[in-house]
C-alpha cells in the first residue's frame, strides 16, 4: 500500500520561508512524476512543482518560479518543497502526488496523494 505523507507546513509572515517534506512509504515506480499541489478555499487544486523522478529535472508554475524549488531525496524516499519569499497568495493546503506518467500538472494524472499539510501566510 502506497502512503505519501506531507509535513512542514505552518504559519510564517510574508517573506519568509518554508520547507515541506513528503515521505513516501510502499512506493513502485508506476510514471515519471512526482508534484507538489496547492488548494486554497473555493478554488480548484493547482500545480505548483513538479520533478521528472528519473532526471531531476524539474518545472515549476509562472506563479512560484523563482521562489519555490522542488527536490528528492531517493535514498530516503522523500520529496521536498523550499518555499521562500512567501506571499499571501501562496496561502493554501499542499498536497505531494505520485504516478504521474505524463502532464505532471493536471492532478488527474497522479494516482497517489498525501493528506496535506497547511500553509498560511500572514501580511
Known amino acids: 500500500q502506497v502512503q505519501l505523507v506531507e509535513s512542514g507546513g505552518g504559519q510564517v509572515q510574508a517573506g519568509g520561508s518554508l520547507r515541506l517534506s513528503c515521505a513516501a512509504s510502499g512506493y513502485t515506480y508506476e510514471g515519471n512524476y512526482m508534484g507538489w499541489f496547492r488548494q486554497a478555499p473555493g478554488k480548484e487544486r493547482e500545480g505548483v512543482a513538479a520533478?521528472?523522478?528519473?532526471?531531476?529535472?524539474?518545472y515549476y508554475s509562472d506563479s512560484v518560479k523563482g521562489r519555490f524549488t522542488i527536490s528528492q531525496d531517493n535514498a530516503k524516499n522523500t520529496l521536498y518543497l523550499q518555499m521562500n519569499s512567501l506571499k499571501p497568495e501562496d496561502t493554501a493546503m499542499y498536497y505531494c502526488?505520485?504516478?504521474?506518467?505524463?502532464?505532471?500538472?493536471?492532478?488527474?494524472?497522479?494516482?497517489?496523494w498525501g493528506q496535506g499539510t497547511q500553509v498560511t501566510v500572514s501580511s
Open positions: 502526488a505520485a504516478g504521474a506518467r505524463l502532464l505532471p500538472f493536471t492532478p488527474g494524472r497522479y494516482g497517489y
Open positions: 520533478i521528472r523522478t528519473a532526471t531531476g529535472s524539474t
